[in-house]
């Protein structure tokens, strides 16, 4: 229990509150282990709780007539998720896999609406987070509109550094099992394009990559190539 209140405490949405507060929603919050390729809900399945990483990462993803999966989110620890839909009784919109092993707080979903009744600083912060993710969603679709390829996977590349990366010997590290069919899956692009930019960047001396992490080495020689 200790180390679920610690861990409340840097999660953003929680970060104000207070002990006895922080107590009262670890006593309505479940821990669970999840194993990679691991699905925590499939999109359509009856909304029951809203989930907080506390180890390991999830992705967000939906699948279209085609059979396709479009990455709609990487998460990463201290992340909530989903981001809408806590008044409703529609389904999970989306599906959530954890793509390394994780470790996930939940809570039901009619005891998190009551936490946001009763704390409007939790209230005004999840308003801000769901509008960065709106934001988020808004220029994704605007590259997916006007940018080629390339310019799609550098933008990802930058976006996931400025949200995950860890400065590391002198390179920006993003500490995520991103697969190149992940990769592909995010900006909508064959996984063999994706095989095709990465080797270009790293040839470049721009990335390096492994199936544990991406490391950017010159972010802002990376920036200068869109």
Not at 79 to 89: A, L, N, R, S, V
Not at 120 to 148: F, H, T, V, Y
Not at 189 to 197: G, K, P
């Amino acid at each position: 229990m200790k180390e679920i209140v610690e861990f409340l405490k840097r999660v953003p949405l929680f970060s104000e509150l207070n002990e006895d507060e922080r107590t009262r929603l670890v006593e309505i919050a479940t821990e669970r282990r999840y194993a990679r390729k691991q699905l925590v809900f499939m999109e359509g399945e009856p909304r029951e709780a809203v989930y907080f990483i506390c180890s390991g990462s999830v992705k967000i993803f939906k699948v279209d007539e085609d059979g396709d999966e479009q990455v709609i989110h990487l998460l990463k620890e201290g992340e909530m998720f989903p981001h809408i839909g806590f008044f409703d009784d529609g389904p999970y919109p989306a599906s959530a896999e954890a793509i390394q092993e994780a470790t996930l707080l939940n809570i039901r979903l009619d005891d998190f609406e009551r936490i946001i009744l009763e704390s409007p600083q939790i209230a005004m912060k999840l308003m801000k987070i769901m509008g960065r993710k709106m934001m988020a969603l808004q220029q994704r679709l605007q590259e997916l509109i006007s940018d080629d390829v390339y310019e799609r996977v550098v933008h990802n590349l930058l976006r996931l550094a400025e949200e995950s990366g860890k400065q590391k010997k002198g390179a920006l590290v993003i500490e995520m099992p991103i697969t190149h069919q992940d990769f592909a899956n995010m900006v909508g692009a064959s996984r063999e394009s994706i095989n095709r930019i990465f080797n270009r960047l790293k040839k470049e001396n721009l990335l390096k990559s492994d199936r544990q992490s991406i490391a950017i080495l010159d972010i802002e020689r990376l920036r200068g190539t869109v």
